[in-house]
C-alpha cells in the first residue's frame, strides 16, 4: 500500500489559544529551521510509503504561516509536488512577500483562520488577529495570484448571538472565498477555556442546533455546497467546472491512505497506524540522528476500518456504499432512523437525510452494531 496523501504538521504558534487541543509550541523560532530539516529527514525515511505521484499535501498546525520565511520555503522546495497544495495561515502572520513566497512554493491553495468578524468574540477566543487582519490578508492572497482560498469560521462561541453569527456568514461571503469551514466550538473537559466559558458554553449548546441551520440556509443559499458536516464551497460556473472541495481532507474522510510528519502527526497507511510524539525535542534529536522518532502504533483491523468509514462518510453529502460497511450496521438501528426521516438506503447506499446531518455525529453511532 501507498499513501497519495501528505500531511505536514508545523507546530509553532505565536500563543496558545485557549479552545485549542492541537500539538503546538509557543515561541521557539530559534528552532524552525532545525524543525524543518527534521521534517525532511523524516519525508526521506518514510518516501516509500508515498505513491510515485502525490494528489495532495496539507501544511497545518500550529500557525504554518508564521514559520522563519527562510524555513517555510525550505521546506517547500523539499516536498514533492502535488495536485493540491494547501497551507493554513492565520491572517496576523500574512505579508505580500509571505504570499508570494507561497505562490512561488507551489502552494495552490490558501485555509485562512478567520474564526470571527467580531472583536469581542475574538477576544474570547484569544485570537491576536482583527477583522481589519483577515481583510487585509485575504486580499494579499489574492494580489499573489490565489484562487482558492478558503474561510474558517468558529460559531457557538460564548456569548455570541444569531445576528452575531449572521454578521460573520455575511462578511465571509462579502469576500466571496471559494471555500468556508464552519465548525461548531469544541471546548475539551479540563481546558482552561472551559474552566473559564464553562456556564456560557453550556447556554450556547442549547442554540447549536438552531446555529448550524442558519450556517446552512446561508451558505447553500448563497450558491455554496454543503459537502461535509463542517465544510462548504462553491459551485463554479466557469467553463473550467473546478472541484473547489479540500481534496485533502476529503480523501481522508473517504478512507484513503495518507502520510503525517511532524510532531503528533498521524499516518494511515494500509492496515497500519502510528502517531508520532508530540515532543519537539526528542522528534529533532531523533531524526538528527537518522531515527525514527518515538510513536504509538495502532492495528486498524477490519472492524475499525468500517467503523471509521461509517463516522466519516455520513458526514458527506455524496451516499455511501453500503458494501463497503454491511458489517458494521445495526439494521434495528438503521430501520428506526428511516422511521424518523434520519436516514435513507438507496441502490445499495446510505446516506443521512439533510434533518440527519444537522443532528450529526449522535446519529451516525447510533447505527454502528
Avoid at 505521484?53 to 500550529?62: K, S
Avoid at 473550467?240 to 472541495?245: P, Q, V
Amino acid at each position: 500500500m501507498s499513501a497519495a496523501h501528505l500531511y505536514v504538521h508545523l507546530p509553532f504558534c505565536a500563543h496558545r489559544c485557549g479552545y485549542c487541543d492541537f500539538v503546538t509550541v509557543v515561541g521557539r523560532s530559534s528552532q524552525h529551521e532545525a524543525y524543518t530539516e527534521a521534517l525532511l529527514a523524516e519525508l526521506s525515511l518514510e518516501h516509500a510509503e508515498l505513491a510515485p505521484e502525490l494528489e495532495t499535501i496539507f501544511l497545518g498546525g500550529g500557525t504554518p504561516s508564521l514559520t522563519r520565511p527562510s524555513a517555510l520555503e525550505r521546506l517547500l522546495r523539499g516536498l514533492p509536488g502535488a495536485d493540491e497544495v494547501t497551507v493554513e495561515a492565520n491572517p496576523e502572520t500574512v505579508t505580500a512577500e509571505l504570499a508570494r513566497l507561497l505562490a512561488r512554493g507551489g502552494v495552490t491553495r490558501i485555509s485562512l483562520g478567520v474564526q470571527s468578524f467580531q472583536r469581542p468574540l475574538l477576544d474570547v477566543l484569544d485570537r491576536l488577529a482583527g477583522p481589519e487582519d483577515a481583510r487585509r490578508a485575504f486580499g494579499l492572497l489574492r494580489e499573489a495570484g490565489f484562487e482558492n482560498i478558503s474561510l474558517d469560521l468558529i460559531y457557538g462561541i460564548p456569548g455570541e448571538t444569531r445576528e452575531e453569527l449572521e454578521r460573520d456568514l455575511a462578511e465571509a461571503l462579502s469576500l466571496e472565498p471559494e471555500h468556508i469551514s464552519a465548525y461548531e466550538l469544541e471546548a475539551k473537559p479540563g481546558t482552561r477555556f472551559t474552566r473559564s466559558h464553562g456556564v456560557a458554553l453550556e447556554a450556547q449548546a442549547e442554540a447549536m442546533e438552531c446555529y448550524i441551520e442558519l450556517v446552512v440556509e446561508t451558505l447553500t443559499g448563497a450558491g455554496y455546497r454543503w459537502y461535509e458536516t463542517a465544510n462548504f464551497c462553491r459551485r463554479e460556473e466557469d467553463a473550467s467546472g473546478r472541484d473547489l472541495r479540500s481534496r485533502h481532507n476529503l480523501d481522508v474522510w473517504l478512507g484513503h491512505d495518507y502520510l503525517g510528519l511532524g510532531v503528533g502527526a498521524v499516518s494511515t497507511v494500509g492496515e497500519r497506524r502510528w502517531k508520532n510524539a508530540p515532543s519537539l525535542g526528542r522528534y529533532t534529536a531523533a531524526l538528527a540522528l537518522g531515527s525514527r522518532p518515538q510513536r504509538e502504533r495502532e492495528e486498524l483491523t477490519p472492524e475499525l476500518r468500517e467503523t471509521e468509514r461509517i463516522m466519516l462518510g455520513l458526514r458527506l453529502d455524496e451516499p455511501l456504499a453500503l458494501g463497503e460497511v454491511a458489517g458494521a450496521l445495526d439494521e434495528g438501528a438503521l430501520a428506526r432512523l428511516e422511521g424518523l426521516g434520519l436516514a435513507r438506503r438507496g441502490a445499495g447506499t446510505l446516506a443521512l437525510t439533510p434533518r440527519g446531518r444537522f443532528l450529526g455525529d449522535g446519529v451516525t453511532a447510533s447505527l454502528l452494531a
